[in-house]
């Protein structure tokens, strides 16, 4: 199968799952708050040799401006969260020059779906 080129490119995530750690309401340098947590999201499935197991992931969860204000406030830790957004490459390089790169979520809208545990 073939894509036209003319095919618009999607970048829209949806996941849901638990805020493992949620970090600090920061300002970046242009004055615009940031809040970064982690996800604990995770993926049943039938293992038929030992029964149904289940893989768990952690996500990098980044949110701006008034967004992450109005995390700040409502989300904690152990909350169930529904998380939309976009997925988003960052690259940063170590003291030895290395470079690394990563992809995080960046939230356009999250919203509790139920209190922490």
């Known amino acids: 199968m073939t894509v036209p080129h003319e095919t618009p490119e999607l970048n829209y995530i949806v996941l849901t799952g638990r805020i493992m750690r949620k970090g600090d309401l ?7 708050f940031v809040i970064r947590f982690d996800l604990e999201n995770y993926v049943s499935y039938d293992d038929s040799s030992s029964g149904e197991d289940k893989k768990t992931y952690i996500i990098c969860v980044e949110a ?3 967004l992450a204000e109005r995390i700040d406030r409502s989300i904690s830790n ?8 976009s997925l988003v490459s960052r690259s940063y390089e170590d003291r030895s020059k290395g470079l690394h790169h990563r992809m995080i979520v960046k939230a356009s ?3 509790a779906l139920e209190t922490g545990s």
């Open 78 to 85: 152990g909350m169930f969260v529904l998380v939309e957004g």
């Open 109 to 111: 809208d999250v919203t």
């Open 64 to 66: 701006w401006g008034n």
């Open 26 to 32: 920061k300002s970046s340098s242009y004055g615009i």
